[in-house]
């Protein structure tokens, strides 16, 4: 049975740091392209961040660019999102995704959560002083 188990969140100051965990079973992350994505409350869900399965390529919404950054363990099969300089606006309920290989299509597509077929349980992530 495929699963994605996401942990790491919490509260933290603004301007603070999380890195959340998805850990994979049932299959191999470096197979799947593996993404992170975030609802707020009374807010559309929106992609984060997602790595390829072929060559590692990295995509990341522009509201968290230079900020974020997704990472694979392939030994550990898990995906990794370090989350810096934290804003309130960052608060959300982070989901990890997993679907098929992207492969040229990765910065058209990566953001559309129709293309993902496993979803985790989502970890909470709240921005607050």
């Given amino acids: 049975q495929l699963q994605l188990v996401e942990s ?16 994979a079973s049932g299959f191999t992350v ?6 992170w994505f975030r609802q707020a409350p009374g807010k559309e869900r929106e992609g984060v961040s997602c790595i390829s399965s ?10 968290v660019k230079g900020r974020f950054t997704i990472s694979r363990d392939n030994a550990k099969n898990t995906v990794y999102l370090q989350m810096n300089s934290l804003k309130p606006e960052d608060t959300a309920v982070y989901y990890c995704v ?21 979803w985790g349980q989502g970890t ?4 607050s002083s």
């Fill in 30 to 35: 470096d197979y799947y392209l593996i993404g």
């Fill in 54 to 63: 072929s060559d590692g390529s990295t995509a990341y919404a522009e509201s």
């Fill in 98 to 118: 997993a679907g098929p290989a992207i492969g040229s299509r990765l910065k058209i597509l990566w953001s559309h959560s129709s293309w993902y077929d496993y």
């Fill in 124 to 127: 909470q992530v709240t921005v």
């Fill in 8 to 23: 790491g969140g919490g509260l933290v100051q603004p301007g603070g740091s999380l890195r959340l965990s998805c850990a």
